[in-house]
């Protein structure tokens, strides 16, 4: 099992950019599939993108946001730019062996504890 802390938080602009990390721990960070979730205030958890050999995103996000992850370092990213109010959330970091699960939000292994992102119009 891995455990995730996720940093890199906080406000920003309209059309800023924000770099959000999840460092895991565990040895076995490369076998798991990586994804981002973000919770809005009233709404519930939606998906934002996902990792294992390839990337997926949510409409939403897609040419906005990219998610990346570094196994050296057992890291993964998600780079935000352009951002706009209603990326306003609780971003959260998820890991699972199964990127189908990941990409469901359903049944997921193992959540951070999320990191807020405001965005200021």
């Known amino acids: 099992q891995v455990a995730l802390v996720e940093s890199g938080g906080g406000l920003v602009q309209t059309g800023g950019s924000l770099r959000l990390s999840c460092a895991a721990s565990?040895?076995?960070?490369?076998?798991?599939?990586m994804g981002w979730f973000r919770q809005a205030p009233g709404k519930e958890r939606e998906f934002v993108a996902a990792i294992s050999w390839t990337a997926s995103y949510a409409d939403s996000v897609k040419g906005r946001f990219t998610i990346s992850r570094d196994n050296a370092k057992n890291t993964v990213y998600l780079q935000m730019n352009s951002l706009k109010p209603e990326d306003t959330a609780v971003y959260y970091c998820a890991a699972d062996p199964s990127v189908v699960r990941i990409r469901s939000g359903r049944l997921i292994e193992r959540w951070g504890q999320g990191t807020q992102v405001t965005v200021s119009s």
């Open positions: 565990g040895r076995t960070f490369s076998s798991y599939a």
